[in-house]
């Protein structure tokens, strides 16, 4: 248990489906991240949220938005993807957004199908 | 962020200590070593992480060279249950945004 839980854990979905991934953290954070592994892939950093204002974004194509309503709460809402868009998708948390050197809390992730 | 170099895989014997060696030449001297971990199936988990003192916590031992060119991560007591993917971090303390950059990692199996 890492205080990230992250829901559904498998979303299998159509390329014309709208689906969203949602994210919560119990570790009173303030940060929080959404991150892509794809197979024999690193990690890519998507999007950093701090204090619930969306402070990177990596270059993500716009069927990925993101909402953070509040500091515990992440979701990553999809629509029209790709098949190169299957993928585990991760959260993580950290107490702190700019700075500091407080390490980062990944949830188990979501592994999402697309057909 | 400064780059940093893994082996690709290692083995270790169960019951031995894993030693994982991490190369980031082109430190500068205000990036901490970051040590996480992904075990199949789960999100990463952090284990350590230093700035220029070796670091023990109750998973790990961290050992940074005197030059922090190199560092290497220790689990005392391999068990088969640490095998897991061991990515090795660099990151400035006042990174904008807390950002992590993950490379390819070391491939840990431990072995009966």
Known sequence: ?????????????????KKSLKCEQHLGHNAMYWY?????????????????????????PSRFSP????????????????????????????????????PQHFGDGTRLSIL | DAKTT?????DCAEGRAANLPCN??????????YWYRQIHSQGPQYIIHGLKNNETNEMASLI???????S?????????RDTAVYY????????????LTFGGGTRLMVKP
């Open chain 1, 1 to 17: 248990e890492t205080g990230v839980t992250q829901t559904p854990r498998h979303l299998v979905m159509g390329m014309t489906n």
């Open chain 1, 36 to 60: 892509k592994q794809s197979a024999k892939k690193p990690l890519e950093l998507m999007f950093v949220y701090n204090f619930k204002e969306q402070t990177e974004n990596n270059s993500v």
């Open chain 1, 67 to 102: 909402e953070c309503p509040n500091s515990s709460h992440l979701f990553l809402h999809l629509h029209t993807l790709q098949p190169e868009d299957s993928a585990l998708y991760l959260c993580a948390s950290s107490p702190r957004g700019a700075g500091g050197n407080q």
């Open chain 2, 6 to 10: 893994q082996p690709t895989s290692m």
């Open chain 2, 24 to 33: 980031h030449s082109t430190i500068s001297g205000n990036e901490y070593v």
């Open chain 2, 64 to 70: 940074i060279t005197e030059d922090r060119k190199s």
């Open chain 2, 72 to 80: 290497t991560l220790i689990l005392p007591h391999a068990t088969l």
């Open chain 2, 88 to 99: 090795c971090i660099v990151r400035h303390r006042n990174n904008a945004g807390n950002m």
